[in-house]
């Protein structure tokens, strides 16, 4: 029986990991070709820093999820604090209405964005321009409700009476939000950074019905090139995401590692 | 923490300045003519195919480079995928673009909708390269609107290791003996047309029963066929997992060049043709620095160096010259006369012969497959009854538990 959920198990990461594996193995081949391997070669990852088409969606695809997850902190952060000193019943309508942009298939929400901009573009005459201007607000309406369903939680656990107290030891309100309340969610506003961003990262839908002539995200630029052929640029790309990605995993993991060690050495010490 | 994030945003913001821009500074025939709009801040907006311009610095031109170099216009480019796709994107009104690239079939349809800007070919000297085989052509007759870009045929890639007979018609896509080797386009107007030719109708064909009869031979074929494909084709054929397919020559060159088992042929009963062509929608902004941008691509040397990239074959008569000797033989890129005349292009079918191809495809596609068309709605409906049975069942026995 452990044997075999041994196997099970390995089958499961090898399903995870091996697409993967083999992009980064194809990042490496001489030919064109994602069938034949015919040698090993950087020349891929030398193309993709002179293929200016793929950097400037990739510059694009970043500075949109930085600015719009900025944002989308800010704005959820503020919508979770209000939710959660509503009522009950207010607070159950308006939870309703946040989860349902998560809900609503994106394509709904990336044509109704469309047609709400090219609306107030044509009839009520704000001088919106499809672009970066578009593209932000359409990333920080769907990043928002992620924000807020990660910090609602962290409001629930606080004591709801230390904000009091805070006051009542003298704080002014935006002191007792900044060194009391803030520190405390902290987790729950890291997470929904974090996730607001990634959701950004890979957006295609809606960043597709809302970009102009003048900006493209990454995703786009790629499903562009499947008449012809996804360029192995890409794949020395996604390595490169991929890299990057596992680092900061495992940098923000011993940080914390080393973060639980220090408190633990200071109670241990405290104690004595 | 606010310090990362600021060294994060100044990487991001520097990232394109990073590349090395090694200019190679192409020959331009009439310096002067690019000077016009020098330090006024212009820029134009080209909407292209992905993969559809030479843009690697350090082998060849990389285009909209040297062309903000040479002119001080700013290009911002952006890419598409297919041509419906294009047609959705200027009819939403969203963005404006000075440049879009067409194919023969969606002109036809921007010109009689009234989208597109005509040339003023005083501004694009270079239009005189333009090989006379593509000009006067039907989807702009008068040649107002449009200067070509590329050209190719279709026909049929095969794996000379799976295949013993000589390939000449489309009959070999049918042939019972390449049983599950056999790939096939995965859009209808592509499918179609071979069925339509090896019946010997026209690719244009407005016959309601001509158009059900080629989706009868479709369905004849399906047991044969591996896979529908578009670009997974690449894979498949370069792998040796097919045997024979139809696809656009220049793509089939790409192929060969991987795996020397690989030959191509364009059947004897004709094929289609088509061509790319640059144009300038309506609601361009300036237009005379996009025409300037058509004068450029149209320069021998931009043209031979897109067209060494894209591998498909060129109309301008100057870039034809530029190009090695093999590739201007290569019965393959610039087929034969009689091939040539038996080639039709795609035009823009009339709706209700377009919707009934659509109707019939999706029959194609779906025909033999064991389920009734009942099965997805009924399972649809069986899920909601079980998601709201629950949760009655749920609110039942939580009002229980209270009491």
């Given amino acids: 029986m452990k044997k075999l959920s041994r196997v099970y198990f390995w089958f499961v990461m090898a399903f995870l990991y091996m697409p993967i594996g083999v992009l980064i193995f194809f990042s490496f081949n001489q030919s064109k070709s994602r069938s034949v391997f015919t040698g090993f070669t950087l020349d891929w990852y030398r193309k993709l820093f002179s293929n200016n ?34 009522n009950k019943w207010m607070r159950g309508m308006i939870m309703n209405v946040t989860y349902l942009p998560i809900i609503n298939p994106e394509i709904v929400t990336g044509v109704s964005l469309m047609l709400l901009f090219v609306f107030m573009k044509n009839k009520i005459g704000i001088p919106i321009q499809f672009g970066y201007p578009t593209l932000i607000l359409a990333h920080i309406t769907f990043n928002i409700p992620y924000v807020i369903l990660n910090v609602l939680p962290k409001l629930r656990q606080m004591d709801r009476f230390v904000y009091e107290a805070a006051l009542d030891l003298g704080c002014t309100p935006f002191q007792a939000f900044w060194k009391v309340v803030l520190p405390e969610i902290s987790p729950g506003v890291v997470s929904g950074f974090l996730m607001a961003f990634t959701y950004s990262l890979d957006d295609f839908i809606i960043s597709y019905f809302n970009s102009g002539a003048t900006s493209q995200t990454l995703p786009i630029t790629i499903y562009s090139m499947t008449r012809r ?40 010490a405290e104690s004595l | 923490m606010k310090k990362l994030l600021i060294a994060a945003l100044a990487v991001i913001m520097s990232l394109p300045l990073v590349t090395v821009k090694a200019f190679a500074q192409v020959k331009v025939e009439d310096q002067a003519y690019y000077q016009k709009f020098k330090g006024q801040n212009v820029s134009i907006n080209v909407h292209n195919w992905g993969e559809y311009i030479s843009n690697d610095a350090q082998e060849s031109i990389d285009v909209n480079a040297e062309f903000e170099a040479l002119t001080g216009i700013k290009v911002n480019y952006t890419t598409f995928a297919s041509n419906e796709e294009l047609y959705a994107r200027l009819k939403s009104g969203g963005a404006s673009y000075d440049i879009v690239i067409p194919s023969d079939y969606m002109i036809a349809k921007f010109i009689r909708e009234d989208m597109l800007e005509q040339l003023n070919l005083n501004n694009i000297p270079n ?46 896509l049918w ?28 690719l244009n064909t407005h016959d309601p029963d001509e158009i059900r009869k080629s989706a009868e031979e479709l369905k004849v074929q399906k047991p044969l ?4 494909v578009m670009d997974e084709i690449f894979d498949k054929m370069q792998g040796g997992e097919a045997a024979l397919a139809p696809y656009y020559a220049g793509d089939a060159l790409t192929m ?3 795996n020397e088992d690989l030959a191509f042929v364009v059947p004897n009963e004709g094929t289609n043709k088509f061509v790319d062509s640059i144009c300038i929608p309506k609601g361009s ?4 620095a996009a025409e300037m941008y058509i004068n450029f691509l149209c320069e021998p040397e931009v043209a031979a160096a897109n067209i060494e990239y894209i591998g498909y074959s060129t109309p301008n008569t100057a870039a034809y010259e530029l190009l090695d000797e093999e590739t201007k033989n290569s019965p393959i890129s610039y087929p034969p006369e009689e091939i040539m005349a038996k080639a039709e292009f795609f035009y823009d079918l009339p709706k209700d012969a377009s919707a009934e191809m659509d109707e019939l495809w999706v029959e194609v596609i779906s025909a033999e497959v064991g389920y009734s068309k009942w099965m997805i709605p009924m399972l649809m409906i069986g899920c909601i009854l079980f998601s709201v049975g629950i949760n009655v069942v749920r609110s039942i026995k939580k009002k229980r538990d209270i009491y």
């Fill in chain 1, 53 to 86: 088409v793929i950097l400037n969606s990739l510059r694009t695809t970043l500075i949109i999820a930085v600015i719009s997850t900025i944002f989308a902190v800010i704005i959820g952060t503020a919508a979770a604090i209000g939710i959660n000193s509503m």
């Fill in chain 2, 175 to 202: 042939d019972a003996r390449y049983l599950g080797d056999i790939l096939m386009f995965s859009n209808p107007r592509d499918a179609f047309a071979l069925a339509q030719k090896r019946l010997g109708y026209s």
């Fill in chain 2, 256 to 258: 060969m060049a991987e």
């Fill in chain 1, 229 to 268: 052929k996804v360029s192995p640029e890409i794949n020395a790309l996604s390595t490169i995401i991929f890299a990057v990605v596992i680092a900061v995993l495992v940098i923000y993991n011993i940080m914390d590692a080393r973060k639980e060690k220090h408190t633990k050495r200071k109670a241990g």
């Fill in chain 2, 285 to 288: 902004k300036n237009k005379e």
């Fill in chain 2, 127 to 172: 239009s005189k390269y333009t090989n006379p085989q593509f000009t006067g052509m039907e989807y702009d007759p008068e040649d107002k609107y449009s200067i070509p870009y590329t050209w190719g045929t279709v026909g049929i890639i095969y794996n000379t290791t799976m295949v013993d007979t000589e390939i000449n018609s489309w009959d070999a």
């Fill in chain 2, 225 to 228: 066929v591996q896979a529908y």
